[in-house]
């Protein structure tokens, strides 16, 4: 059985892309897409460079799926980002798979316990579990939280089609050591 291990990628509030194993590169894209007329030459030139550093990572950490979230703020203007960002990681990698998750609530969800809590953002950066007390940067819970709903989503998906999906999808994440983790997560099994 294949088993695959998920890189969850978020779109961070102070660097472009940050992942669950504790990287983060680049000035956040968010407000250069917010703007009424986004420079596309510049936001292209940064995705390409801060897409590299995503593959960087994802070799590094022996991932076998990057997870990003599917934000949809400004359709139009999003849609056209995300195929960017797509293309290029796909480009860059050759047969990298990527996942789009949905991303209701992923900033507020805790990537310990699941719980969901808006309060469980006392400021921009930070996260704190109000249900389990667990604190991390923002953005890293964020883009655990994205790998984990990637798992859910894949699980799920073989669970209709009646194949095995326990012990197959694993949640790629670092400590600030950077010691690479292999996680499975006890909330997500429940969610399946
Ligand atoms: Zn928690």
Known sequence: MKKEYILGIDLGVNNAFVSSTYKGCGDSFRYMIKEKDPDWTYIEHWVKRCAGYVIGWFKWSKATIIALENISFDTMTY?????????????????????????????RICWVCGY?????????????????????????????????????????????????????????????????????????????
């Open 79 to 107: 849609e056209k980002f995300m195929e960017l960002v797509q293309e290029e990681i796909l480009v860059k990698a050759g047969n990298i798979k990527t996942h789009l998750v949905d991303c209701q609530y992923t900033s």
């Open 116 to 192: 969901e809590d808006v309060r469980n953002r006392p400021s921009q950066d930070s996260f704190h579990c109000y249900k389990c007390g667990f604190s991390e940067n923002a953005d890293v819970n964020a883009a655990k939280v994205i790998a984990i709903k990637c798992a859910i989503d894949l699980a799920k998906k073989f669970k209709e089609q009646g194949q095995n999906w326990m012990n197959r999808f694993f949640i790629l994440e670092s400590n600030r050591n950077n010691k690479i983790l292999v996680e499975k997560i006890e909330w997500a099994c429940d969610a399946i």
